[in-house]
Protein backbone atom coordinates (compact mmCIF):
# COMPACT_ATOMS: atom_id res chain seq x y z
CA UNK A 1 0.00 0.00 0.00
CA UNK A 2 1.23 3.53 -0.65
CA UNK A 3 1.43 6.43 1.49
CA UNK A 4 0.06 9.63 0.60
CA UNK A 5 3.78 11.10 0.05
CA UNK A 6 3.89 8.30 -2.84
CA UNK A 7 0.82 8.98 -4.23
CA UNK A 8 1.44 12.52 -4.48
CA UNK A 9 4.99 11.99 -6.12
CA UNK A 10 3.30 9.62 -8.65
CA UNK A 11 0.42 11.93 -9.25
CA UNK A 12 1.57 15.47 -9.32
CA UNK A 13 3.56 15.38 -12.54
CA UNK A 14 0.41 14.16 -14.18
CA UNK A 15 -1.64 16.93 -12.86
CA UNK A 16 0.35 19.63 -13.86
CA UNK A 17 0.47 18.36 -17.19
CA UNK A 18 -2.94 18.43 -17.67
CA UNK A 19 -2.80 21.51 -16.41
CA UNK A 20 -0.09 22.42 -19.22
CA UNK A 21 -2.35 21.26 -21.62
CA UNK A 22 -4.99 23.49 -20.96
CA UNK A 23 -2.73 26.87 -20.25
CA UNK A 24 -1.39 26.13 -24.06
CA UNK A 25 -5.04 26.06 -25.55
CA UNK A 26 -6.12 28.74 -23.39
CA UNK A 27 -2.75 30.73 -25.16
CA UNK A 28 -3.80 29.11 -28.46
CA UNK A 29 -6.70 30.49 -28.53
CA UNK A 30 -6.06 33.93 -26.84
CA UNK A 31 -3.75 34.60 -29.62
CA UNK A 32 -5.85 33.58 -32.30
CA UNK A 33 -8.40 35.97 -30.83
CA UNK A 34 -6.14 38.87 -31.27
CA UNK A 35 -5.77 37.54 -35.22
CA UNK A 36 -9.09 37.85 -36.03
CA UNK A 37 -12.72 36.75 -34.07
CA UNK A 38 -13.25 34.61 -37.05
CA UNK A 39 -10.38 32.25 -36.26
CA UNK A 40 -10.93 32.30 -33.10
CA UNK A 41 -14.53 30.98 -33.91
CA UNK A 42 -13.03 28.77 -36.45
CA UNK A 43 -10.49 27.07 -33.76
CA UNK A 44 -13.34 26.05 -31.12
CA UNK A 45 -15.64 23.33 -33.81
CA UNK A 46 -11.98 22.27 -35.71
CA UNK A 47 -10.00 21.78 -32.60
CA UNK A 48 -13.12 19.73 -31.00
CA UNK A 49 -13.68 17.70 -34.31
CA UNK A 50 -10.18 16.33 -34.36
CA UNK A 51 -9.43 15.76 -30.62
CA UNK A 52 -12.70 13.48 -30.67
CA UNK A 53 -11.21 11.13 -34.08
CA UNK A 54 -8.11 11.43 -31.84
CA UNK A 55 -9.10 10.73 -28.30
CA UNK A 56 -10.27 6.89 -29.69
CA UNK A 57 -7.36 5.99 -31.10
CA UNK A 58 -4.98 7.83 -28.12
CA UNK A 59 -6.96 6.34 -25.47
CA UNK A 60 -6.28 2.90 -27.62
CA UNK A 61 -2.52 3.16 -27.28
CA UNK A 62 -2.66 5.10 -23.92
CA UNK A 63 -4.30 1.48 -21.96
CA UNK A 64 -1.02 -0.50 -22.45
CA UNK A 65 -0.03 2.30 -19.20
CA UNK A 66 -2.04 -0.77 -17.87
CA UNK A 67 -0.37 -3.52 -19.01
CA UNK A 68 2.79 -1.80 -18.40
CA UNK A 69 1.80 -1.38 -14.61
CA UNK A 70 0.81 -4.80 -14.24
CA UNK A 71 4.22 -6.39 -15.62
CA UNK A 72 6.21 -3.47 -13.89
CA UNK A 73 4.12 -4.68 -10.46
CA UNK A 74 4.87 -8.11 -11.04
CA UNK A 75 8.47 -7.22 -11.54
CA UNK A 76 8.73 -8.51 -15.41
CA UNK A 77 10.50 -5.70 -17.33
CA UNK A 78 10.77 -8.25 -19.84
CA UNK A 79 7.25 -8.06 -21.00
CA UNK A 80 7.12 -3.97 -19.79
CA UNK A 81 9.23 -3.86 -23.00
CA UNK A 82 6.63 -6.31 -24.85
CA UNK A 83 4.08 -3.68 -23.97
CA UNK A 84 5.91 -0.76 -25.47
CA UNK A 85 6.73 -2.25 -28.86
CA UNK A 86 3.21 -3.19 -29.07
CA UNK A 87 1.27 -0.08 -28.20
CA UNK A 88 4.09 1.54 -30.83
CA UNK A 89 2.75 -0.84 -33.58
CA UNK A 90 -1.07 0.14 -32.43
CA UNK A 91 0.25 3.88 -32.65
CA UNK A 92 1.52 2.99 -36.19
CA UNK A 93 -1.36 1.16 -37.22
CA UNK A 94 -3.59 4.36 -35.81
CA UNK A 95 -1.80 6.80 -37.69
CA UNK A 96 -3.00 5.27 -40.58
CA UNK A 97 -6.43 4.77 -40.00
CA UNK A 98 -6.90 8.61 -38.95
CA UNK A 99 -6.17 9.12 -43.00
CA UNK A 100 -9.69 8.38 -44.12
CA UNK A 101 -11.22 10.60 -41.37
CA UNK A 102 -9.39 13.43 -42.56
CA UNK A 103 -12.09 14.21 -45.78
CA UNK A 104 -14.93 12.78 -43.52
CA UNK A 105 -13.94 15.55 -40.62
CA UNK A 106 -14.47 18.54 -43.71
CA UNK A 107 -17.38 17.12 -44.94
CA UNK A 108 -18.99 17.35 -41.35
CA UNK A 109 -17.69 20.84 -40.72
CA UNK A 110 -19.07 22.25 -44.13
CA UNK A 111 -22.91 20.76 -42.52
CA UNK A 112 -22.13 23.16 -39.87
CA UNK A 113 -19.99 26.23 -41.25
CA UNK A 114 -22.33 29.73 -41.21
CA UNK A 115 -19.89 31.03 -44.01
CA UNK A 116 -17.43 29.92 -46.67
CA UNK A 117 -14.47 31.86 -44.87
CA UNK A 118 -15.05 30.37 -41.52
CA UNK A 119 -15.19 27.39 -43.46
CA UNK A 120 -12.21 27.82 -44.72
CA UNK A 121 -10.13 28.25 -41.89
CA UNK A 122 -11.85 25.42 -39.77
CA UNK A 123 -10.73 22.99 -42.50
CA UNK A 124 -6.96 24.37 -42.43
CA UNK A 125 -6.87 24.12 -38.53
CA UNK A 126 -8.42 20.53 -38.61
CA UNK A 127 -6.47 19.42 -41.78
CA UNK A 128 -3.49 20.25 -39.95
CA UNK A 129 -4.08 19.11 -36.90
CA UNK A 130 -5.86 15.99 -37.99
CA UNK A 131 -2.62 14.02 -39.69
CA UNK A 132 -0.54 14.81 -36.99
CA UNK A 133 -1.83 11.76 -35.65
CA UNK A 134 0.82 9.74 -35.57
CA UNK A 135 2.86 11.95 -33.33
CA UNK A 136 0.03 11.65 -30.43
CA UNK A 137 0.32 8.02 -30.94
CA UNK A 138 3.63 7.77 -30.58
CA UNK A 139 3.82 10.09 -27.91
CA UNK A 140 1.43 8.32 -25.79
CA UNK A 141 2.90 5.04 -26.49
CA UNK A 142 6.34 6.42 -24.98
CA UNK A 143 4.38 7.89 -21.94
CA UNK A 144 2.80 4.43 -21.41
CA UNK A 145 5.87 2.97 -21.08
CA UNK A 146 7.31 5.24 -17.98
CA UNK A 147 4.37 5.79 -16.63
CA UNK A 148 3.12 2.43 -15.66
CA UNK A 149 6.15 1.80 -14.31
CA UNK A 150 5.63 4.76 -12.05
CA UNK A 151 8.35 7.19 -13.73
CA UNK A 152 5.86 10.23 -14.09
CA UNK A 153 8.49 13.15 -14.18
CA UNK A 154 10.16 12.28 -17.48
CA UNK A 155 6.96 12.62 -19.25
CA UNK A 156 5.62 16.12 -17.41
CA UNK A 157 8.89 17.65 -18.38
CA UNK A 158 8.52 16.99 -22.03
CA UNK A 159 4.89 17.67 -22.28
CA UNK A 160 6.23 20.90 -20.79
CA UNK A 161 9.03 21.20 -23.02
CA UNK A 162 6.50 20.75 -25.67
CA UNK A 163 3.93 22.85 -24.67
CA UNK A 164 6.09 25.53 -23.87
CA UNK A 165 7.76 25.65 -27.84
CA UNK A 166 4.35 25.78 -28.46
CA UNK A 167 3.79 28.87 -26.40
CA UNK A 168 6.92 30.12 -28.01
CA UNK A 169 5.77 29.41 -31.79
CA UNK A 170 2.43 30.57 -31.90
CA UNK A 171 2.69 34.91 -32.16
CA UNK A 172 5.59 33.85 -34.54
CA UNK A 173 3.74 31.51 -36.71
CA UNK A 174 0.27 33.44 -36.31
CA UNK A 175 1.31 37.17 -36.73
CA UNK A 176 4.52 36.35 -38.98
CA UNK A 177 7.02 37.77 -35.88
CA UNK A 178 10.77 38.22 -36.49
CA UNK A 179 10.80 37.27 -40.49
CA UNK A 180 8.71 33.96 -40.00
CA UNK A 181 5.27 33.72 -42.56
CA UNK A 182 2.20 34.91 -41.38
CA UNK A 183 -0.21 31.83 -41.36
CA UNK A 184 -3.07 32.94 -39.24
CA UNK A 185 -4.60 29.99 -38.08
CA UNK A 186 -2.67 27.54 -40.01
CA UNK A 187 0.15 29.27 -37.73
CA UNK A 188 -1.23 27.93 -34.44
CA UNK A 189 -2.15 24.33 -36.15
CA UNK A 190 1.41 24.12 -37.11
CA UNK A 191 2.85 25.23 -34.04
CA UNK A 192 0.83 22.44 -32.28
CA UNK A 193 1.93 19.98 -34.24
CA UNK A 194 5.58 20.79 -33.83
CA UNK A 195 5.74 20.87 -30.68
CA UNK A 196 3.49 17.29 -30.41
CA UNK A 197 6.30 16.15 -32.78
CA UNK A 198 9.03 17.07 -30.95
CA UNK A 199 7.69 15.15 -27.55
CA UNK A 200 7.13 12.37 -29.35
CA UNK A 201 10.45 12.05 -30.65
CA UNK A 202 12.09 13.12 -27.58
CA UNK A 203 9.90 10.02 -25.59
CA UNK A 204 10.37 7.74 -28.42
CA UNK A 205 14.51 8.10 -28.08
CA UNK A 206 14.34 7.82 -24.36
CA UNK A 207 12.16 5.29 -24.26
CA UNK A 208 14.37 3.02 -27.11
CA UNK A 209 17.73 3.50 -25.20
CA UNK A 210 15.66 1.28 -22.44
CA UNK A 211 14.64 -1.10 -25.05
CA UNK A 212 16.18 -1.17 -28.54
CA UNK A 213 18.52 -4.27 -28.55
CA UNK A 214 16.92 -6.69 -25.92
CA UNK A 215 14.05 -8.39 -27.53
CA UNK A 216 14.09 -11.94 -27.30
CA UNK A 217 11.99 -14.71 -29.38
CA UNK A 218 9.37 -14.91 -26.55
CA UNK A 219 9.36 -11.19 -25.78
CA UNK A 220 8.32 -11.22 -30.02
CA UNK A 221 5.59 -13.64 -29.69
CA UNK A 222 4.27 -12.03 -26.53
CA UNK A 223 4.13 -8.88 -27.95
CA UNK A 224 1.65 -10.49 -30.80
CA UNK A 225 -0.36 -11.26 -27.91
CA UNK A 226 -0.26 -8.09 -26.08
CA UNK A 227 -1.32 -6.10 -29.04
CA UNK A 228 -4.96 -8.25 -29.02
CA UNK A 229 -5.05 -8.01 -25.51
CA UNK A 230 -4.65 -3.93 -25.70
CA UNK A 231 -7.20 -3.76 -27.79
CA UNK A 232 -9.27 -5.89 -26.52
CA UNK A 233 -9.38 -3.55 -23.34
CA UNK A 234 -8.24 -0.55 -24.95
CA UNK A 235 -11.08 -0.23 -27.36
CA UNK A 236 -13.97 0.20 -24.72
CA UNK A 237 -11.60 2.61 -23.17
CA UNK A 238 -11.88 4.80 -26.10
CA UNK A 239 -15.05 4.47 -26.79
CA UNK A 240 -15.35 5.35 -23.47
CA UNK A 241 -13.97 9.12 -24.13
CA UNK A 242 -15.38 9.41 -27.64
CA UNK A 243 -18.97 8.72 -25.79
CA UNK A 244 -17.70 11.79 -23.20
CA UNK A 245 -16.20 14.62 -25.02
CA UNK A 246 -19.16 14.02 -27.19
CA UNK A 247 -21.98 14.21 -25.11
CA UNK A 248 -20.02 16.99 -23.43
CA UNK A 249 -20.47 18.64 -27.39
CA UNK A 250 -23.91 18.04 -28.22
CA UNK A 251 -24.85 19.86 -24.83
CA UNK A 252 -22.67 22.70 -25.88
CA UNK A 253 -24.72 23.06 -28.86
CA UNK A 254 -27.77 22.63 -27.56
CA UNK A 255 -27.10 25.55 -24.52
CA UNK A 256 -26.11 27.89 -27.97
CA UNK A 257 -29.79 28.45 -28.29
CA UNK A 258 -30.50 30.21 -25.02
CA UNK A 259 -28.83 33.35 -26.08
CA UNK A 260 -25.65 35.13 -26.91
CA UNK A 261 -25.11 36.19 -23.59
CA UNK A 262 -26.21 33.49 -21.87
CA UNK A 263 -24.12 31.33 -24.39
CA UNK A 264 -21.00 33.92 -23.74
CA UNK A 265 -21.21 33.46 -19.80
CA UNK A 266 -21.41 29.28 -20.20
CA UNK A 267 -18.40 29.63 -22.58
CA UNK A 268 -16.97 31.26 -19.86
CA UNK A 269 -17.63 28.96 -16.82
CA UNK A 270 -16.70 26.27 -18.88
CA UNK A 271 -13.14 27.83 -19.28
CA UNK A 272 -12.80 28.00 -15.67
CA UNK A 273 -14.25 24.47 -15.59
CA UNK A 274 -11.90 22.94 -17.88
CA UNK A 275 -8.95 24.79 -15.82
CA UNK A 276 -10.20 22.80 -12.63
CA UNK A 277 -11.25 19.08 -14.19
CA UNK A 278 -7.77 18.71 -16.07
CA UNK A 279 -5.39 17.91 -13.26
CA UNK A 280 -7.90 15.22 -11.95
CA UNK A 281 -7.25 13.37 -15.19
CA UNK A 282 -3.85 13.05 -13.72
CA UNK A 283 -5.33 11.41 -10.74
CA UNK A 284 -7.10 9.17 -12.45
CA UNK A 285 -4.35 7.87 -14.63
CA UNK A 286 -2.50 7.74 -11.37
CA UNK A 287 -5.12 5.52 -9.89
CA UNK A 288 -5.56 3.37 -12.75
CA UNK A 289 -1.50 2.77 -12.81
CA UNK A 290 -1.48 2.04 -9.13
CA UNK A 291 -4.45 -0.24 -8.99
CA UNK A 292 -2.38 -2.36 -12.04
CA UNK A 293 0.67 -2.24 -10.41
CA UNK A 294 -1.43 -3.60 -7.23
CA UNK A 295 -2.99 -6.24 -9.18
CA UNK A 296 0.29 -7.81 -10.79
CA UNK A 297 1.67 -8.15 -7.23
CA UNK A 298 -1.33 -10.12 -6.72
CA UNK A 299 -2.59 -7.43 -3.95
CA UNK A 300 -6.23 -6.56 -4.46
CA UNK A 301 -6.31 -4.75 -0.75
CA UNK A 302 -3.20 -2.78 -1.60
CA UNK A 303 -5.12 -1.77 -5.00
CA UNK A 304 -8.44 -0.61 -3.32
CA UNK A 305 -6.19 1.45 -0.75
CA UNK A 306 -4.37 2.93 -3.47
CA UNK A 307 -7.62 4.02 -5.44
CA UNK A 308 -9.25 4.95 -2.22
CA UNK A 309 -6.14 7.65 -1.06
CA UNK A 310 -6.09 8.80 -4.79
CA UNK A 311 -9.48 9.89 -4.71
CA UNK A 312 -9.37 11.31 -0.76
CA UNK A 313 -6.45 13.61 -2.54
CA UNK A 314 -8.12 14.61 -6.13
CA UNK A 315 -11.64 15.49 -4.54
CA UNK A 316 -9.84 17.23 -1.78
CA UNK A 317 -8.15 19.47 -4.64
CA UNK A 318 -10.88 20.56 -6.78
CA UNK A 319 -13.10 20.64 -3.24
CA UNK A 320 -10.36 23.42 -2.18
CA UNK A 321 -9.86 24.96 -5.89
CA UNK A 322 -13.77 24.88 -6.41
CA UNK A 323 -14.18 26.86 -3.09
CA UNK A 324 -12.02 29.78 -4.75
CA UNK A 325 -13.54 29.69 -7.41
CA UNK A 326 -16.51 30.72 -5.51
CA UNK A 327 -14.65 33.24 -3.30
CA UNK A 328 -12.96 35.12 -6.41
CA UNK A 329 -15.62 34.71 -8.77
CA UNK A 330 -16.33 38.52 -9.49
CA UNK A 331 -12.32 38.73 -10.86
CA UNK A 332 -12.33 35.48 -12.42
CA UNK A 333 -15.58 36.64 -14.48
CA UNK A 334 -14.34 39.88 -14.92
CA UNK A 335 -11.79 38.44 -17.53
CA UNK A 336 -14.61 37.48 -19.80
CA UNK A 337 -17.34 40.36 -18.88
CA UNK A 338 -18.40 42.70 -21.33
CA UNK A 339 -17.37 46.43 -20.92
CA UNK A 340 -20.80 47.66 -20.94
CA UNK A 341 -21.62 47.88 -17.46
CA UNK A 342 -24.93 46.75 -17.17
CA UNK A 343 -24.54 44.23 -19.72
CA UNK A 344 -21.35 43.04 -17.23
CA UNK A 345 -23.64 43.42 -14.13
CA UNK A 346 -26.40 41.12 -15.81
CA UNK A 347 -22.93 38.46 -16.76
CA UNK A 348 -21.60 38.51 -13.52
CA UNK A 349 -25.07 37.55 -11.55
CA UNK A 350 -25.50 34.81 -14.62
CA UNK A 351 -21.94 33.77 -13.59
CA UNK A 352 -21.92 33.43 -10.49
CA UNK A 353 -25.49 31.07 -10.15
CA UNK A 354 -23.82 28.95 -12.87
CA UNK A 355 -20.33 28.78 -10.69
CA UNK A 356 -22.58 27.46 -7.51
CA UNK A 357 -24.19 25.13 -10.22
CA UNK A 358 -19.89 23.75 -11.16
CA UNK A 359 -19.13 23.44 -7.60
CA UNK A 360 -21.47 20.83 -6.68
CA UNK A 361 -21.14 18.93 -9.89
CA UNK A 362 -17.12 19.59 -10.10
CA UNK A 363 -16.74 17.41 -6.82
CA UNK A 364 -19.09 14.48 -7.92
CA UNK A 365 -16.95 14.16 -11.68
CA UNK A 366 -13.78 14.17 -10.07
CA UNK A 367 -14.78 11.46 -7.39
CA UNK A 368 -16.36 9.60 -10.83
CA UNK A 369 -13.18 10.25 -13.46
CA UNK A 370 -10.96 8.85 -10.69
CA UNK A 371 -13.12 5.87 -9.63
CA UNK A 372 -13.11 5.07 -13.85
CA UNK A 373 -9.58 5.25 -13.97
CA UNK A 374 -9.33 2.65 -10.97
CA UNK A 375 -11.63 0.79 -12.95
CA UNK A 376 -9.53 0.88 -16.24
CA UNK A 377 -6.57 -0.13 -13.71
CA UNK A 378 -8.48 -3.22 -13.20
CA UNK A 379 -9.21 -3.85 -17.00
CA UNK A 380 -13.04 -3.06 -16.29
CA UNK A 381 -13.19 -0.92 -18.94
CA UNK A 382 -16.74 -2.65 -20.99
CA UNK A 383 -18.17 -1.75 -18.03
CA UNK A 384 -17.18 2.21 -18.11
CA UNK A 385 -17.73 2.34 -21.59
CA UNK A 386 -21.09 1.04 -21.04
CA UNK A 387 -22.37 2.89 -18.15
CA UNK A 388 -20.77 6.32 -19.71
CA UNK A 389 -23.31 5.36 -22.72
CA UNK A 390 -26.35 4.90 -20.81
CA UNK A 391 -25.66 7.44 -18.26
CA UNK A 392 -25.14 10.04 -20.89
CA UNK A 393 -27.18 9.36 -23.66
CA UNK A 394 -29.90 7.32 -22.60
CA UNK A 395 -30.42 9.39 -19.28
CA UNK A 396 -28.87 12.94 -19.70
CA UNK A 397 -29.20 14.42 -23.15
CA UNK A 398 -33.03 13.29 -23.05
CA UNK A 399 -33.51 14.98 -20.09
CA UNK A 400 -31.49 18.37 -21.40
CA UNK A 401 -34.03 18.14 -24.49
CA UNK A 402 -37.06 18.30 -22.14
CA UNK A 403 -35.81 21.00 -20.53
CA UNK A 404 -34.87 22.78 -22.93
CA UNK A 405 -38.55 22.43 -24.64
CA UNK A 406 -39.62 23.68 -21.07
CA UNK A 407 -37.72 26.28 -19.40
CA UNK A 408 -34.60 26.87 -21.46
CA UNK A 409 -32.76 28.72 -19.38
CA UNK A 410 -28.62 28.37 -18.50
CA UNK A 411 -29.17 27.58 -15.33
CA UNK A 412 -31.95 24.92 -16.01
CA UNK A 413 -29.78 23.47 -18.27
CA UNK A 414 -26.65 23.27 -16.33
CA UNK A 415 -28.86 21.73 -13.23
CA UNK A 416 -29.46 18.60 -15.49
CA UNK A 417 -25.24 18.33 -15.36
CA UNK A 418 -25.39 18.10 -11.82
CA UNK A 419 -28.26 15.19 -11.90
CA UNK A 420 -26.37 13.39 -14.70
CA UNK A 421 -22.78 13.83 -13.43
CA UNK A 422 -24.60 12.58 -9.43
CA UNK A 423 -25.94 9.67 -11.53
CA UNK A 424 -23.06 8.83 -12.96
CA UNK A 425 -21.00 8.58 -10.10
CA UNK A 426 -23.21 6.95 -8.15
CA UNK A 427 -23.38 3.92 -10.89
CA UNK A 428 -19.28 4.20 -10.99
CA UNK A 429 -19.02 3.66 -7.21
CA UNK A 430 -21.45 1.09 -7.03
CA UNK A 431 -19.86 -1.27 -9.47
CA UNK A 432 -16.09 -0.48 -7.82
CA UNK A 433 -17.83 -1.57 -4.66
CA UNK A 434 -19.02 -4.88 -6.09
CA UNK A 435 -15.53 -5.74 -6.78
CA UNK A 436 -16.15 -7.24 -10.41
CA UNK A 437 -12.83 -5.92 -11.07
CA UNK A 438 -10.75 -7.93 -8.96
CA UNK A 439 -11.61 -10.97 -10.94
CA UNK A 440 -10.69 -9.81 -14.35
CA UNK A 441 -7.53 -11.24 -15.66
CA UNK A 442 -5.24 -8.84 -18.05
CA UNK A 443 -1.75 -10.54 -18.04
Given at each position: ?????????????????????????F??????????????????P???????????????????????????????????????????????????????????????????????????????????????????????????Y??????T????????????????L???????????????I???????????????????????????????????????????????????????????????????????????????????C??????????????????????A????R??????E??????????????????L?????????????????????????????????????????????V????????G???????????????????????????????????????????L?????????????????????
Open positions: MKSYREIIRLVWPLALGMINNAVMQVDRAYLARESMESLEAVLASILAWIFMSFFQSVTGYANVFVAQYHGAQDEGKCRACYHAAMAIAGVSGLLMLPLWPLGDWILSLAATSDSLLARERTYYDIVILCGFAVYGQMAAASFTGRGRRIVFWVNLLGNLLNIADPLLIFGCWGFPRLGAGAAYATVFSMFVQMVVLVIAAGRETAGRKTGDERREMRGLIARILRFGVPSGAYTVLNMLSFTIFVFVTGGVGDLELAVSNAFTVNYLLIAPIEGFALGASTLVQALGKDTSAAANAKRTLYLGVGFVAVLSLVLLLNRPLLALFAPSDAAVASEFQSLGFILFVLMTIWQVFDAADIISGALKGGDTKFVMWWMLIAAFVFWLPLVFVVRHFNNTMPALWSTMVIYVVLCAGTVVRWRLGRWKMIQLT
